[in-house]
């Protein structure tokens, strides 16, 4: 699994965390639908500073959207029924 890869299983997980859209995610992160959409599908390669500015907006570090952790993974667009009743 690359980066890419890892950022979006970590984008997906937060915006569902927050019960958001992909469009409200983008608002939340002030960037566009199409950005979040590119990064949630690994087509675009985000800077450090976005990054930093996309962890920052949603309070986690940037070293955890690109950290794998399994409990992340998105099953049938919901989070996995099993972390949802571990938090």
Do not use: W
Not at 53 to 64: C, L, M, R, T, W
């Amino acid at each position: 699994m690359n980066s890419r890869e890892i950022l979006a299983i970590n984008l997906k997980y937060y915006r569902y965390k927050f019960n958001l859209s992909q469009e409200k995610f983008a608002e939340k992160l002030n960037s566009t639908l199409s950005y979040i959409n590119q990064l949630e599908n690994c087509r675009r390669k985000p800077t450090l500073e976005l990054l930093d500015k996309f962890a920052n907006k949603i309070g986690v570090s940037s070293a955890e959207l690109i950290t794998y952790d399994k409990k992340h993974v998105i099953t049938n667009n919901r989070i996995d029924k099993k972390i949802t009743k571990s938090k």
